[in-house]
């Protein structure tokens, strides 16, 4: 095994590690959530206006708080996971370096947070307006934004034409057999829907937490005199990959220094911008 296919490995290892426990906590904030939607029912007559209230930024942040602290406990420990592949790291600093709350790291985590939010609610909100578009009843919507919380804008169609199909089916099922056949259809794809965005986060709290903990060993003064900190663009193999990452794979600059496309951490910035699913990261090297 090479060193890049161990550094491959390695990545891996902890971005699995991580996603259950992320998937768990996104899950449950997805169960909150449809609390609120009995909640105001009585806006169902308007879209916009329900939309507003049941999925307001302070009923998300409060449904996903568990979420939410999942990503933190994800930065955390891979900070230490981190760490203790670095040289001359002792395993007193490996442990501390989850509690150095300094300015960067706050800000760090107010970054995760806000961009797996703002994630969550582009797609909660976006999925509702096209269940929405779909029409019915008050029961009917109700039911139906129950089943698509969970599921992509794009899913929606997916889940009332399977519904149609089920109406179709021959001997024909009874209602309560529809109702449950959907209901699994839905549940089997918001599962999916979850395990993605769940390594997608844990990917990206990885990504920050190799940036943090490299940065506390150049501070820490584990950089020998006359070396230097190195970062090299490594894309982790998988089946779909960004063109524009790809011709970025291998290349390597100074810690301290933004790659050709501008980007500090792969697939993070510059700014606010990140480009969700990519499975790119800086191996730090001591050259």
Request: aromatic letters at 6%; proline letters at 4%.
């Amino acid at each position: 095994m090479t060193t890049i296919d161990q550094f491959h490995d390695r990545v891996r290892r902890n971005v699995n590690d991580l996603t259950p426990a992320i998937a768990a906590a996104y899950l449950a904030g997805l169960t909150e959530l449809l609390a609120l939607i009995e909640e105001h029912r009585e806006l169902l007559d308007n879209v916009e206006g329900f939309i507003a209230v049941a999925f307001s930024e302070a009923n998300l942040n409060l449904a996903f708080a568990r979420y939410r602290a999942a990503l933190i406990d994800a930065l955390r420990d891979s900070m230490r996971f981190t760490a203790r592949a670095i040289p001359g790291m002792t395993a007193a600093q490996v442990s501390t370096i989850p509690n150095i709350l300094d300015a960067h790291t706050m800000e760090v985590i107010r970054e995760l947070d806000r961009v797996a939010m703002q994630r969550i609610a582009d797609e909660i909100r976006a999925t509702a307006r096209e269940t929405f578009r779909q029409g019915g009843n008050e029961r009917e919507l109700l039911a139906n934004l129950k089943q698509s919380v969970g599921l992509g804008p794009n899913q929606v169609a997916d889940l009332q034409l399977f519904h149609a199909t089920e109406l179709t089916r021959d001997p024909p099922l009874t209602a309560a057999q529809i109702e449950r056949s959907v209901i699994q259809f839905s549940e089997r794809r918001i599962a999916a829907n979850a395990a993605t965005v769940a390594r997608t986060s844990a990917l990206m709290a990885h990504k920050q937490a190799n940036d943090l903990a490299w940065a506390y060993a150049e501070d820490a003064g584990l950089v020998p005199d006359g070396m230097a900190l190195w970062k090299q663009w490594v894309q982790i193999p998988r089946k779909t990959r960004r063109l524009s990452h790809s011709l970025m794979d291998g290349e390597k600059v100074l810690f301290a220094v933004a790659y050709s496309n501008g980007q500090m951490i792969p697939g993070i910035g510059p700014g606010p911008t990140i480009d969700f699913n990519c499975g790119c990261v800086s191996r730090v090297t001591i050259a």
